[in-house]
């Protein structure tokens, strides 16, 4: 990304980069990318307990009932991503 100055500021034209230059921030807002993969249904025949007996059971989920994390996983990414840019604010 080529850069310029802005009121004694260096900005950069474009944000190709995602704000990330040879591992660097360039100052520009960091985008990336994330891809979802479904959360897959357990096959297997699981112990747990029924809360409103109080007994113990076995859980078997016939067929797929993936849930969809979408509404779920932002917060989720904005965490590890806060994780991330931390870790480099303290270790380097």
Do not use: W
């Not at 009121?7 to 960091?30: A, C, D, F, H, Q």
């Amino acid at each position: 990304d080529s850069y310029y100055l802005e009121n004694e500021n260096i900005k950069t034209v474009s944000n190709n980069n995602g704000g990330i230059l040879g591992g660097l921030s360039t100052g520009m807002p960091l985008i990336f990318s994330v891809v979802i993969k479904p959360t897959p249904s357990i096959a297997l025949e699981q112990k747990t307990v029924n809360i409103k007996d109080m007994k113990e059971e076995i859980l078997k989920i016939n067929g797929r009932h993936d849930a969809c994390i979408v509404p779920r996983v932002l917060p989720v990414i904005e965490s590890i991503a806060a994780l991330a840019i931390l870790d480099e604010i303290i270790f380097t």
